[in-house]
């Protein structure tokens, strides 16, 4: 089947490589030319592990293309994605711009029957909003379904190829029939529900997985205070089917492009509505909470304050295997440890660190070791794969003190105290 896939980002580009993948023609337009000419010169803009394979792929099958011509890649599509950004606007609620004109281009290009899918996270009603909008541009038949994504950076080719679900809403039985064709090569659930429910369905999802890591580092603070110990409390709990052992992981608390601002979505949704959400608001604070706590734990140990300390923070990225530091609880520890009067060093495999965009400074490192030169303590924030191997004797040694701060609960809690450290980890004391 030949399908249009509207925003060449994340969502939009691992989409439209992975339905390329699996036999569809699949054009990605986008309105910015120069993104457009560097895919199609085989440039992925975007930090995704086995990405670029799949890409390469399909262009060489000549089934996945790129343009910035909406119209001629619509010629023959029956199926139409929307997968553009929906940004949080400073006031926490979601910038509809990008979702608006896609849809009114859509509309304009359209001249037959369309099936047009809203991929974004976007807020209950816009399915309904978007069809507003098209209707208002064209006379055409169509239908506007949502079909939300549940994508992990990271691991968004394995959860697109393999998914746990398919959720459909839409009330219009041609158009299931369509996407259950679209879908076909994806041997999971599909959830055929109502427009609203499917959108609501995105939001609570990754609400209920932001709540159980807020679960978890609340009862992470109860261990530190009583001598128990959080991973064995998460083995313990996870391993009950009813709980599962997923996200129970405790630590800096989440961040990265959809937790934050999901819940905070779901939170202003019922601030707007009126309706009492203590769970969504608990999650939030919790999650500050847990940054929090273990900048205090830390300054314990240098008797109330770090002050001149200086300080050395393996990992910028909000969690290992991206480069992506949007709401990174790394970050945001780092600005609590400046706050504090630190002196901050960080280092990352790959993501960087932008002052003017994240409004305080922090001096970058080399390695792991570097960062180490004279630092008062050491701080896991992100789990990278390569700090597994890290000479922590040869770490310590550069060291002007000796307090490792774990994160993540990431080492070998024997490796740190034979390397000589004083150690901390979340959700121990
Ligand atoms: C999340 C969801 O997991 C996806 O299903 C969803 O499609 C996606 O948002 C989205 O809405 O697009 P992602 O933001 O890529 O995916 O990252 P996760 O792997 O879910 O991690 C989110 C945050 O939670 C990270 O900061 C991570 O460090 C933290 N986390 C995760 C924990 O602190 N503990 C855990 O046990 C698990």
């Known amino acids: 089947m030949k399908l249009v896939v509207v925003g060449t980002g994340y969502v939009g580009l691992v989409s439209g490589a992975c339905l390329a993948d699996v036999g569809h023609t699949v054009i990605c337009v986008d309105v910015d030319a120069l993104k457009i000419e560097k895919l199609k010169s085989g440039v992925i803009p975007i930090f995704e592990p086995g990405l670029e394979e799949v890409v390469q792929r399909g262009v060489e099958s000549g089934r996945f293309l790129f343009t910035t011509n909406l119209k001629e890649a619509m010629e023959g599509a029956q199926v139409i994605l929307i997968a553009v950004g929906t940004p949080s606007t400073e006031d926490g609620s979601v910038n509809m711009a990008y979702v608006e004109s896609a849809a009114r281009d ?5 001249t037959e029957y ?3 899918i809203d991929k974004s996270t976007v807020p209950v009603g816009t399915t309904e909003w978007v069809h507003s909008i098209i209707r208002h541009e064209t006379s055409c038949d169509f239908d506007v379904v949502s079909v939300p994504e549940f994508l992990r950076e990271g691991h968004a080719i394995q959860d697109f190829m393999k998914p746990h679900r398919i959720v459909i809403g839409t009330h219009s039985t041609k158009a299931i029939n369509i996407l259950l064709e679209v879908f076909s090569a994806f041997q999971c659930p599909k959830v055929i529900m109502d427009e609203r429910s499917a959108e609501l369905t995105k939001y609570a999802a990754n609400s209920f997985l932001a709540m159980k890591i807020g679960f978890i580092n609340e009862i992470a603070s109860l261990c530190e205070r009583l001598g128990a110990d959080v991973d064995q409390v998460a083995k313990g709990i996870g391993l009950d089917p009813r709980i599962g052992a997923d996200f129970l992981r405790a630590g800096l608390g989440w961040g ?3 937790f934050p601002k999901d819940v905070r979505a779901l939170k202003n949704l019922g601030d707007g509505l009126g309706v009492s959400l203590p769970i969504i608001n608990a999650s939030l604070d919790m999650n500050t909470m847990s940054r929090q706590r273990v900048v205090d734990r830390l300054v314990s140990l240098f008797d109330g304050t770090i002050e ?3 300080i050395a923070v393996l990992g910028i990225a909000f969690k290992p295997n991206t480069d992506d ?3 990174s609880a ?3 520890l780092m600005q609590i440890l400046k706050e504090k009067g630190a002196d901050v060093y960080a280092y990352d495999p790959i993501a960087e660190f932008h002052s003017a965009y994240h409004g305080f400074d922090v001096k970058i490192g080399e ?3 570097h960062i180490a030169q004279d630092a008062h303590a050491i701080i896991l924030a992100t789990e990278w794969h390569e700090f597994t191997d890290l000479d922590l ?5 550069f060291m002007a003190d000796d307090v490792m701060v774990d994160a993540r609960n990431f080492f070998d809690p024997v490796r740190v105290k034979e390397a000589g450290f004083r150690y901390l980890r979340v959700g121990n004391k």
């Open 106 to 110: 859509i509309g304009r290009a359209m």
């Open 114 to 116: 369309t099936v047009v």
């Open 256 to 258: 990265g492009s959809c």
């Open 308 to 310: 001149g300390k200086k």
């Open 325 to 327: 530091t949007r709401e």
């Open 330 to 332: 790394a970050i945001a």
């Open 367 to 369: 390695s792991p070791y």
């Open 393 to 397: 004797t040869r770490i310590k040694q």
